[in-house]
């Protein structure tokens, strides 16, 4: 559908539509149809631009989108530089923007069934809503708000006004029929316990609200990520298990400039179904998922035991044995002891030994005395064996103290597993002259 054949919204597609789920739960859609009769509005009258958009949007605005404006921070001024900004986005998403009856009640069936797979109380409504585009939804209290600008584009929809490149790459992976599985994907957060300890909590807490809402809408859950890593597999699961107990997302989440990114989604996608499968109570599965407390790295870690993905019948003690005897450790420093107070003047280089052949990319930086302190004048690299890597010190001072950080912000094992320690610091000082 092109955007030019729609003239006008029809109220039929932004009134308030009602589900029947346990409770009163609703689809609050009228601050779509609010902010397009207010966009079409400032068109033919742009000199009054600021009271147009106050009078027949901001001022109905839903006890949803208010709460949205407040949690992501953005106001009327965010709204008026993306209209500005944008005019051929915005002609481009208009008609994926609306909530037509057949996607309400594809969520509406998808709902109930969630309530007999999931008996809850919720009283949370759904807001669909025009968000400046700052965000593509959040959850507040028991409420799921969504920013539909952001979700429902496709690699139709008109993204080179764009300065920032992540919005340029946006709808490279999506489409607006995708609109009713991310629905019910981020209603289930709303029963989540908050945080997560590290990579495989993230992709288990992610992952599984695929996997449940693909049993609510009793439809296959599509996405980029799944198609990428069910044809590459054995890749990804073995990446992942170098990066599962680290903290670092970038490899995992929310890398938009990755050539297969949010692969995290479907790792966790797979360990929720595989727990699903290899459990006897399907019902009680269900509930041990949604559940899990996504903060207690013990709980995560008897999650993936009980998944069995990678299908090694580890219980969750070897699961986390195995991968620390896997991580890269520092062994010594060739040329002195770390903490030495008598180091030759004329040192030129320092050669540090890892446990096991090492990634090239060794993180090092400068430690909180700064870099009056820092000796290093280059890093010459590793050798051949990849387990000592050289650096090169600067001029030394007699009778100063040195020192630096090997952290494991890039620093990993050449089979992917993180550097043992988050900061090690290396320090000496000098002899005396």
Excluded at 106 to 134: C, D, E, R, V
Aim: hydrophobic content about 35%.
């Amino acid at each position: 559908m092109k955007a030019k054949s729609i003239k006008r919204i029809l109220p039929a597609l932004a009134v308030l539509a009602f589900f029947n789920c346990s409770n009163a739960q609703k689809i609050i859609s009228t601050d779509i149809n609010n902010f397009w009769v207010a966009y079409d509005s400032i068109q033919k009258n742009k000199s009054h631009k600021s009271e147009i958009l106050e009078t027949l949007f901001l001022t109905k605005k839903t006890d949803g989108l208010k709460a949205f404006m407040e949690i992501k921070k953005f106001g009327k001024e965010d709204y008026l530089n993306a209209i500005e900004k944008y005019p051929n986005f915005w002609n481009s998403i208009r008609p994926n923007t609306f909530i037509d009856a057949k996607k309400i009640k594809t969520i509406n069936t998808a709902f109930k069934k969630l309530g007999k797979l999931y008996p809850n109380n919720s009283k949370g409504n759904i807001y669909y809503t025009i968000g400046a585009l700052k965000s593509g939804g959040t959850t507040h209290k028991e409420n799921l708000l969504l920013g539909v600008e952001k979700i429902t584009g496709n690699q139709n929809t008109i993204v080179s006004e764009f300065e920032n490149e992540n919005l340029r790459k946006m709808f490279l992976f999506t489409n607006p029929s995708q609109l009713e599985q991310v629905t019910v994907h981020e209603f289930i957060h709303t029963f989540q316990k908050d945080g997560e300890i590290n990579i495989l909590s993230k992709a288990i807490k992610e992952g599984s609200c695929d996997f449940i809402a693909e049993l609510a809408l009793n439809k296959k859950f599509t996405a980029h990520y799944l198609d990428y890593g069910f044809k590459n597999y054995e890749k990804v699961r073995s990446d992942f298990k170098g990066d599962m107990f680290s903290k670092k997302l970038e490899n995992w989440f929310y890398n938009g400039n990755a050539k297969n990114p949010d692969l995290g989604y479907f790792v966790g996608y797979v360990i929720s179904k595989r727990y699903y499968e290899n459990s006897a109570d399907k019902k009680a599965a269900i509930k041990n998922i949604i559940e899990l407390d996504f903060n207690s790295e013990g709980d995560v870690r008897q999650f993936l035991a009980a998944s069995d993905y990678f299908e090694d019948k580890k219980s969750a003690e070897q699961i986390l044995s195995e991968y620390k005897d896997h991580q890269p450790q520092l062994t010594k420093i060739i040329e002195f002891e770390n903490g030495s107070q008598n180091v030759n003047v004329d040192t030129k280089k320092i050669q540090i030994v890892f446990s096991k052949p090492m990634n090239e990319k060794v993180s090092i930086n400068f430690s909180k005395n700064g870099k009056e302190h820092f000796p290093l004048k280059n890093i010459v690299g590793l050798n051949e064996s990849k387990t000592i890597l050289t650096l090169e010190t600067a001029d030394l001072n007699s009778d100063t103290e040195y020192d630096f950080y090997i952290t494991d912000r890039t620093t990993k094992s050449e089979d992917g597993y993180p550097f043992a320690t988050g900061e090690y610091k290396i320090s000496f000082k000098t002899e005396k002259k």
